[in-house]
């Protein structure tokens, strides 16, 4: 039988092996809750689950301990003693589920505050390259179509980019390609007749197929 003793200046630290030390100690003890009783002689005994049947009388599943009052030591506080032992039958158990329940509260409280942490970091990294791509727009580096692309791919869920990559990413992206501003304009009343080749080219066309360049000086006889 261990001997170990603690004293109020040397609690254990409330660890999980501890606790399940305490909990494997309570789980041994005799089972039911606890009640006190003295008898005529002034002995306090500590009884496992004390009831009273109607027309019966009282009964209980046995003495758990027994305490006299001891002259030379804590005189007169057997009762007091009997009672912390009888509550200490459903007071472990009640403190140790609480315990578990705080400390699981308390990780899921630090799991959430990691998680909101992370994507308010996440968010504003995608605000920053956002307002980075804006700034470019607005200082003329950037057509607004690709940057209202890149703001778009910017914002969009996933990691966050850098300008580099989104840059990179548009250039790839046929979508994005500028339309020809170059036009046959007619001497009569045909419609005007946009060039309709996307992308950087030497050689203009329209939808019918009509080709011309812009070393030409002339529209006449463009085939």
């Known amino acids: 039988m261990s001997t170990e003793t603690v004293s109020a200046f ?7 092996e501890y606790l399940a030390k305490v909990q494997e100690r309570a789980d041994k003890a ?7 009783y003295r008898d005529l002689n002034g002995t306090y005994y500590v009884e496992s689950q004390p009831r ?8 209980t599943n046995g003495y758990v ?4 009052e001891n002259k030379d030591l804590d005189t007169g506080n057997a009762y007091n003693n009997a009672s912390f032992m009888a509550y200490a039958r459903t007071d472990v158990p009640a403190l140790l589920k609480g315990l578990r329940e705080a400390r699981k ?5 630090e799991l959430a505050r990691d998680f909101y942490h992370r994507s308010s970091t996440h968010l504003a990294g995608k605000r920053d390259l956002a307002e980075e791509v804006l700034a470019q727009w607005e200082s003329g580096c950037l057509e607004p179509a690709k940057a209202l692309w890149m703001i778009r791919a910017a914002l969009a869920v996933g990691d966050v980019k850098t300008i580099q990559e989104l840059g990179s ?3 790839e992206d046929p ?3 500028r339309t020809c501003s170059a036009a046959l304009m007619p001497l009569d009343s045909r419609p005007v007749e946009p060039c309709v080749i996307q992308g950087k080219h030497g050689v203009h066309e329209t939808e019918t197929g009509r080709k011309w ?11």
Do not use: H, K, Y
């Open 30 to 36: 005799t089972d039911g809750f606890w009640g006190t």
């Open 105 to 109: 509260n308390l990780t899921d409280t």
């Open 65 to 68: 301990a027994e305490l006299t």
């Open 10 to 16: 040397d609690l254990p630290e409330i660890t999980n």
């Open 175 to 177: 979508r994005l390609e």
């Open 169 to 171: 990413e548009t250039s």
């Open 213 to 223: 360049t812009d070393a030409d000086a002339s529209l006449e006889g463009i085939a």
């Open 52 to 59: 009273t049947v109607i027309g019966e009388g009282q009964f």
